[in-house]
């Protein structure tokens, strides 16, 4: 499932040549490696759109994923540094042992930022995506998601950052939640 997720984001990059601004993002540990591309799409006073491809490895639960969504973001109010959004997220991709099950699905969820101009560069991210039993196929009835980010802008183009995420499945067949990820990773943020 791993090559053809990466087929997916490299011809998404290649069919929006088009987009404004592009960050990549990379965070990890001694068990495990996310990378993440985020391209916007559009921007006017109202807020942006954006696409967003992201590559996920877990050695320590033998997890491979993969993921690609659209996300819509704005400011609401009068609020200096904080942007709200919501977006929808396609999942794909394998985990336990020896890659046993089989995850898709697509979710759909809010996301949050937060950095106020007082705080000199310091600001909290955090998302939770949910694709529900309808919505999630091959061995997977659920999918939830969910991540908080601390980070700190050293310069206008880079950030740095620490980072917690959960994401559990529902397996076909099966009681309970499964987490198939759960970590705290560092990582750095990197904008063209």
């Known amino acids: 499932m791993g090559p053809r997720i990466i087929l997916v984001l490299l011809m998404a990059l290649v069919v929006v040549p088009h987009a404004s601004a592009t960050t990549f993002d990379i965070n990890f540990n001694d068990d495990s490696a996310q990378g993440q591309v985020d391209l916007t ?15 996920l490895y877990n050695d320590k639960d033998d997890t491979k994923l993969g993921s690609a969504g659209l996300r819509f973001r704005g400011e609401p109010g009068n609020v200096p540094g904080l942007q709200l959004g919501v977006g929808a997220q396609v999942y794909g991709g394998s985990a336990g042992e020896t890659n046993s099950v089989d995850i898709g699905g697509i979710g759909v969820g809010g996301l949050f930022s937060f950095a106020p101009p007082q705080l000199n560069g310091l600001g909290i991210d955090g998302r939770v995506v949910y694709a529900p039993k309808v919505f999630s196929f091959f061995d997977t009835d ?11 802008a050293i310069t ?6 620490v980072e917690y995420q959960n994401i559990g499945i529902k397996i076909e067949d099966r009681s309970g939640t499964h987490t ?6 560092f990582g750095f943020t990197g904008m063209f």
């Open 41 to 55: 799409l559009g921007r006017d006073q109202y807020g942006s759109s954006g696409f967003n491809g992201r590559f």
């Open 180 to 185: 198939i990820d759960e970590e705290v990773r």
């Open 142 to 152: 659920r999918v939830v998601e969910a991540a908080i980010r601390l980070g700190f």
């Open 156 to 161: 206008p183009r880079i950030k740095i950052h």
